[in-house]
């Protein structure tokens, strides 16, 4: 009986020092220096309660919202980086914007505040204010917005950010070896339906990507496309860069003449990334069809 009261007390002891070397301790903003992978996914959308519904629809005109980029916070609280974004049909192009994102309030409990001012072509610039969590040891945050101001007020999300790195120095350590092997991409979309702007369906894929060291990629896609299923060869190229941002397309020639060009970061030392499809502007607009694009991407074998 005794050696089972030791025994036990023994077990309950170890409990306490795991548990407590598992604990996550009080936050500061030296909690948060480091490079993150994020991306903000949400909508607005306004319904008119005067018009009748067909069920399960609502009538309402909708603005989707995504964002997908990277920063690197310092230990003062501010960090400096750069995101893609679609809003609605507003596209914000090939080339990443700028963006500094300071924090203005960070607590013990790892919750806390930041503020930063976002622009787009032909739109003023708007003050965004969000409230965030973090946890996992500052691993990981998630965020919705407070305020927007001079923006789209109606406007809501939620954000997702994801450690690169816990150095305060911007990170230079990805390379073709980083996106090597199998990947599962998973895509959610809006497109318009035969290229007009007033008719638009949902769009849901993935695709298997056998990615080589040398940045070429095939693989099969399958996606539900409004009434349309969709079973067929894609192939494409990966490039990534020493921030582990990455420049990819997506070619389907079955279906679609041009490439797809996709934009992302990689995080969890390449075993996943966040992306999004970016449409090229310079096309006539009868080829121009994705309002609305984000991809999640994982690594499912080598």
């Known amino acids: 009986m005794r050696r089972t009261v030791i025994f036990t007390g023994a077990l309950l002891c170890l409990f306490i020092a795991v548990s407590a070397a598992h604990a996550e301790g009080p936050c500061s903003l030296r909690t948060m220096a480091g490079t993150y992978a994020f991306f903000d996914k949400g909508a607005s959308m306004a319904v008119d309660p005067s018009q009748p ?3 399960p629809y609502f009538v309402g005109v909708l603005a989707p919202f995504v964002t997908v980029g990277e920063i690197t916070f310092g230990r003062n609280g501010v960090g400096n980086g750069y995101y893609w974004i679609y809003i609605g049909g507003i596209n914000g192009g090939f080339d990443a914007r700028p963006v500094q994102v300071t924090i203005t309030e960070m607590n013990a409990d790892c919750t806390g505040k930041y503020q930063y001012n976002v622009t787009l072509p032909g739109i003023p610039s708007a003050t965004i204010e969000e409230r965030f969590i973090l946890f996992d040891d500052g691993r990981e945050w998630r965020s919705v917005p407070t305020s927007i101001q001079n923006g789209i007020d109606t406007l809501a999300w939620l954000g997702t950010g994801r450690r690169i790195s816990n150095s305060s120095a911007p990170v230079r350590s990805c ?4 996106a090597h092997g199998t990947y599962l991409l998973s895509a959610e979309n809006i497109v318009e339906v035969s290229f007009d702007p007033a008719v638009a369906a949902a769009d849901n894929l993935f695709i298997r990507q056998d990615i080589s060291m040398n ?10 496309l409004g009434p349309v299923s969709v079973n067929t060869p894609a192939l ?12 990819s397309t997506l070619r389907v020639p079955e279906f679609f003449p041009n490439a797809i060009v996709i934009k992302g970061v990689l995080f969890n030392e390449g075993k996943e990334y966040y992306a999004l499809a970016i449409e090229d502007l310079s096309l006539p607009p009868d080829q121009q069809g994705i309002k609305f694009s984000f991809a999640y991407g994982k690594r499912i074998g080598q």
């Open 53 to 55: 519904a067909y069920q």
């Open 175 to 178: 390379g073709p070896h980083t």
């Open 215 to 224: 940045g070429d990629w095939t693989g099969r896609l399958y996606e539900k």
């Open 236 to 247: 494409g190229t990966f490039a990534v860069n020493p921030d582990c941002s990455f420049n």
